[in-house]
Nanobody
Framework: QEQLVESGGGLVQPGESLRLSCVCSGFAFNKYVMKWHRQVPGQERELVADITPWGDTINYSDSVKGRFTISRDNANATLSLQMNSLKPEDTAVYYC?????????????WGQGTQVTVSS
């Protein structure tokens, strides 16, 4: 059974930092592209950042570039998102996502989400 468990969300003031973690089990973590998405109620889910299996390629959305850092620890099957200089518009539910595409199949696993609220 695949499991992705996010943690680290909370309420912070603008300019502060948070670090999200996603602990994974039940699948071959080091074969998956790992992603962080976020969603505000009533809006479409936004891809925030992604990282290839061995961390050689990383992408960020323009809205978080320079403020957020995605990283992974394959030995411990853990994905992280360091979020600095947080803004009220970063308020959302953040989701961890694992994707693997083979010739025959696409594997797509999601966590339950963790709430991040940035407010003064």
């Amino acid at each position: 059974q695949e499991q992705l468990v996010e943690s680290g969300g909370g309420l912070v003031q603008p300019g502060e930092s948070l670090r999200l973690s996603c602990v994974c089990s039940g699948f071959a973590f080091n074969k998956y592209v790992m992603k962080w998405h976020r969603q505000v109620p009533g809006q479409e889910r936004e891809l925030v950042a992604d990282i290839t299996p061995w961390g050689d390629t990383i992408n960020y959305s323009d809205s978080v570039k320079g403020r957020f850092t995605i990283s992974r620890d394959n030995a411990n099957a853990t994905l992280s998102l360091q979020m600095n200089s947080l803004k009220p518009e970063d308020t959302a539910v953040y989701y961890c996502n694992a994707v693997r595409r083979t010739a025959a199949w696409t594997f797509d696993h999601w966590g339950q989400g963790t709430q991040v609220t940035v407010s003064s």
